[in-house]
């Protein structure tokens, strides 16, 4: 084959790959849901986290079997299953909207997405190798990052246009079975799987490891501050400035913008400069952005400090990730599973949010838990190794 055709064959593999990873990226629209769901059926903070609870609640349940199953049935067939779970959840909403079908709806896209996160990156290297696979896999979390900025503005425009903000999940539901279809055309060859599968006791044992500890409750406070700035933004604008929820929707998207910028500049920046200065230079626009958000009471410098949040948690995630594994270089496969299992953050602390937001009769609740999240981080600085 000559190179001009290899190289045909690695973009026409790759398409439904970065589809899949598109795909990915509607978990992220929850914190958009939330907002429209609790307008909707007249929630309290405290129960309107539960939308985001119930869908990073299954982080801990699925990532450790989800290894087991691409072990016995393949990584591709994997992210399959993950893509038809995923498009059930997009339907869900379409065909009933009530609150009890939005949160099956939600916890079927906690569990496709769980499944799809995963298995999707593995895949990957069955498809590029060597010094290309962390460009490509950089790209993939660019690509669900563009997914992730658009959603907040399909939801206000079909809201404003249709008075449905839901149609949103069929646009999404179209892209995921496009995804499916030409994914489950392609031939992507795997290697034969060997060795003992991972269990929950071998996983759960690495916690005993102070730097797998430490790494894996910072994966949770990364996306707490994550979860609860895609779902706070807005209802800070809300009770600050007096808007309607389709004024202040955008500032989800103020958020996923910048962190998109951010994930594309990290990307140059971690190669130019150490991890440990990327991580310091992260924290420290997050704590800034915090304090900024306990006393701005205008639209401009809350979206700046929204900004901030999006720039400085976009490369924290993948620095924590690189330290833990280069702590036990002899269980890679192990910490990965803890690591995606950190992902459950994303029910602990929108719950804890919510509680303090009722409790303080403010979203300053919220920020006062993201603040505590961004102090963790900061204390992980010494930690942080400045290769990764």
Known sequence: ???????????????????????????????????????????????????????????????????MLMNKIGRRKTVLISLVVTLAALVLPLIYYHFATMMLAFALLGIGNAIMQVSLNPLVSNIVSGDKLASFMTFGQFVKAIGSFIAPILAAWFAAKFNNWAIMYGVFALEAFIAFVLLAKEDIKEEEVSGKITGFKESFALLGDGTVLLCFIGIMCHVGIDVGTNTASPQILIDRLGWTLSQ?????????????????????????????KVFIT????????????????????????????????????SIIFSQALLSRPDKKNEVSGLMIMGLIGGTVFPLLMGVASDAMGSQNGTVLVMT???????????KIKAAA
């Open 282 to 317: 992260s924290v420290i626009f997050m704590l800034t952005a915090m304090c900024g958000l306990f006393v701005f009471h205008s639209q401009w410098p809350i979206y700046g400090c929204i900004a901030l949040i999006g720039l400085g948690n976009s490369n924290i995630f």
């Open 1 to 67: 084959m000559t190179q001009e055709k290899q190289g045909s064959s690695l973009v026409v593999k790759l398409i439904p790959v970065m589809l899949a990873f598109f795909a990915m990226s509607f978990v992220d629209s929850v914190g958009t849901a939330t907002n429209y769901v609790k307008e909707s059926f007249n929630l309290s903070n405290t129960v309107a986290n539960l939308c985001p609870s119930m869908v990073f609640f299954w982080f801990l349940v699925c990532s450790v079997p989800t290894g």
């Open 248 to 276: 202040a929707i955008y500032a989800t998207s103020v958020y996923f913008m910048f962190r998109t910028i951010g994930c594309f500049l990290g990307a140059f920046l971690l190669a130019k400069f150490s991890a440990k």
């Open 372 to 382: 505590v999240c961004v102090l963790y981080l900061l204390s992980l600085i010494g």
